[in-house]
């Protein structure tokens, strides 16, 4: 286990000392060319590949551009035999393409610039030689760009089966054997100096003859200004004066609009015056008017107030007054009861007695015995009419409980109006209505309480007054002095009663 693990890392080991010592990386202006194993070589430019090691060599190949001076070295003669001696600059490369690499692999394989510069320039300054002898001095001169591009034309045929491309090719330097570049200058010169000095006094001319134009065109120029500025002047004095007049109109209806508007702001002022002085006296009277009011109701409030104090003392001494007489009355009218009860058991005993003896004495005769008859009967019936007149006094307990009732009953009534503070009644006859609406609550109320204890308070109070009236007559002595009483009491609860009413 151990012997293969040691040979699987000496293999990796190995590959990789391969694969570092097969890599390899061209830069952009070299060509790697990698040959041995393959039938065509294989190109790097600016990529990155593999060698295998002792199969495969690589060889490099310069592909960036080149400058190469190029000079004749001494005069050849031009199409009008005269010598020249030109230095001119070509820029070549190689060719990129599958064709142009494969030529140039044969002829600079592994060179360097100078070597390749040496290798082109004689083909170079023999093309461009051909072309000086097919081109005259002056058209020479004239158009260098032209000669330039004819050499570049006719050099490009035989660098073509070497590989190279010419960029560009440009002269730099002519010059002739017996100088007459500088005498073709010198004719050109003179022509150009005759042509320069009519061009000067034609020059002069048109300037000069410009300069009047200009100073005529200057001076209708300033006169028609001046015209115009005195027009304009004019037209402004015109316009001011214009403006004068329409402000100065403007004003005096200013003024007057403003002694009107003074006038009428004036008059505003006074009415407004007058208008608030009657308005005050009016807020016045009307404050008066509220004060007298207030004072009147403080007033009314303050004896009312007084007067419901002591009607309420008054009441409730009645009333204590009353709870008295009434527990009396009852007190007096069960003992009346059980004397009316206990005087009825003896009278019927004495008349059961009685019978009793007239039928046991027949013989002290017949008259005897209805004359003690009739007394018993006559007795038994007063005890009778007394058991009747406890009953009526009953009827006065109940008589006192209801008038003890009736004015709390109106109180109850008028009880939401003491909790308005004024009451404002317009047209006639509402004081009345608002009277007959109470008094017909009250008496509703009153009948309400007779129904639900199955009485009738008129009907009773009525009879109460007959039996009271029927006793004082038969003078019954022993209740004169409490029916007085009690018939007082009655008359007071129905003045204060009728008080209420009036009151409400």
Known sequence: ??????????????????????????????????????????????????????????????????????????????????????????????????????????????????QITEALVDSLQGNMREIIGTVTLKDLCNDRKVFGD????????????????????????????????????????????????????????????????????????????????????????IKKAELKKVEDTKKAEADAAYKIQEEEQRKSIEVSTANANIAKQEREIELKTKEAEVQEQALNATIRKQADAKKYEQQQMADVDLYKRQKEAEARKYEAAQEAEAKKLQADAIKYAMEQEAAGIAAKGRAEAEAIQAKAEAEAAGIDKKAEAMQKYGEAAIIEMLCKMYPQVAEAVAAPLANIDKITMYGSGNTAKMTEDVTTSFKQIIDGIGDSLGINPSVLVSSFAGVKLAEAKKGIEANKEDSTKEADVSNDIVADEDDDYSEV
């Open 150 to 237: 004819q050499v570049q034309e006719k050099a490009q045929k035989d660098m073509n089966s070497l590989g190279i491309e010419i960029i560009s090719c440009n002269i730099q330097h002519v010059t002739d054997q017996n100088d007459l570049i500088p005498a073709l200058g010198q004719d050109n010169m003179a022509a150009i100096q005759k042509n320069a000095s009519i061009a000067k006094a034609n020059a002069d001319r048109d300037v000069a003859i410009a300069q009047a134009e200009a100073k005529k065109e200057a001076n209708d120029a300033h006169v028609k200004a001046e015209q115009e500025i005195a027009i304009k002047q004019n037209e402004l004095a």
């Open 1 to 114: 286990m151990e012997t293969t693990i040691i040979l699987c890392i000496v293999a990796a080991v190995f590959l990789f000392i391969i694969f570092v010592t097969s890599y390899v990386k061209a830069p952009p202006d070299v060509a790697y060319i990698i040959s041995g194993m393959r039938k065509t070589p294989k190109v790097l430019i600016g990529k990155a590949g593999l060698k295998i090691p002792f199969f495969e060599r690589m060889d490099k190949l310069l592909v960036r551009q080149i400058s190469i001076d190029i000079k004749t070295g001494d005069f050849v003669p031009t199409l009008d035999f005269i010598g020249v001696n030109i230095d001119a600059v070509a820029k070549v490369r190689v060719m990129t393409d599958q064709e142009g690499i494969q030529k140039a692999m044969k002829n600079f394989l592994n060179m360097k610039e100078e």
